[in-house]
């Protein structure tokens, strides 16, 4: 079992400390969120609540995932980050795919890309998209990205596609390694999208009986792909997995990668950095190190 420190809405000037701190303390990966803005009226609900009500306020704060990862990969030196996820369908596949090939070459391949669907109407409208073809235009953009980005340094790449189409190009620097892309997402499609394309699949928070429902879903689409067996990351976080026995069932269930949020476990201001440091190193003494 490896560890994920997801950074959920953190201040802009935590993420270094809070980087390096997570490194030293012997996690293998930091998770990283998407929002591009907040609109004071949204016509969807937020499918992750029981309400569907936003539980943030608009002021919270979320760095971009690209300009952060590429400043904390400055500070570190062997831990891997990925997004949680990026809102694909809302940005151009050839841009995500040149700022994706940059960040790889310069983490030293520390990078994986996290992708989903966005589910709020606003930021199609207002960045100029359309929420109608959102997952064809994913499963495209996923195609691109992986051309773009499959390892062996710049290649000659072209699509033509119902949605995006263009020549032969070239987009460097390009990785040596191929970079994961990992598909976020609850629903069928979004299961099927990772067994599919996907080199892994991450979760939304769950309890450990919804991640074995959505496992077994999961399990069966990988199937169907000819993919069962094979080697897939499942990035998950479970919010009543407290100690190491949670986190045995995880991996019974078939995690890989369990995201962790530790300053929520041990008392004290969970927004202080402080707080969010010292529960990091303790986390590792207590459930990292002991295996």
């Known amino acids: 079992m490896r560890f994920t420190v997801p950074f959920p809405m953190l201040p802009a000037d935590h993420l270094l ?10 996690f293998d990966a930091i998770a990283v969120p998407d929002s591009v803005f907040y609109p004071e009226v949204v016509s969807a609900g937020y499918p992750y609540s029981p309400d569907g009500s936003r539980f943030w306020a608009a002021e919270t704060p979320f760095a971009d995932p690209f300009v952060s990862v590429a400043a904390m990969v400055a500070v570190t030196e062997r831990i891997r980050f990925y997004t949680n996820v990026v809102k694909l369908p809302i940005r151009n596949p050839l841009l995500v795919a040149k700022q994706v090939s940059t960040l790889a070459v310069l983490s030293g391949d520390r990078f994986a890309l996290g992708v989903g669907l966005s589910w709020m109407p606003e930021e199609f409208e207002w960045t100029g998209t359309e929420k109608r073809t959102r997952g064809a235009r994913t499963d ?5 990205i992986r051309a773009v980005c499959a390892g062996g340094g710049p290649q000659w790449v072209e699509h033509h596609g119902r949605h995006y189409d263009f020549d032969r190009l070239m987009i460097s620097p390009a990785p040596a390694e191929p970079v994961p892309i990992y598909v976020g997402g609850h629903a069928e499609p979004s299961l099927r999208r990772a067994a599919r394309l996907g080199d892994g699949w991450i979760s939304a928070n769950s309890t450990l009986d919804e991640l074995g429902g959505l496992l077994e879903q999961l399990h069966g689409q990988l199937d169907e792909c000819g993919r069962g067996g094979q080697p897939f990351v499942v990035s998950a976080l479970a919010i009543d997995a407290m100690g190491s026995d949670g986190f045995r069932r995880m991996e019974e269930l078939g995690v890989t990668d369990a995201q962790v949020v530790p300053w929520y476990f041990y008392g004290g201001d969970p927004d202080a950095l402080a707080t969010q440091r010292d529960s990091l190193a303790r986390f590792a003494d207590e459930v990292i190190a002991a295996g």
């Open 17 to 26: 400390p809070l980087a390096q701190a997570a490194e030293e303390a012997g």
């Open 140 to 144: 495209e953009a996923i195609e691109i």
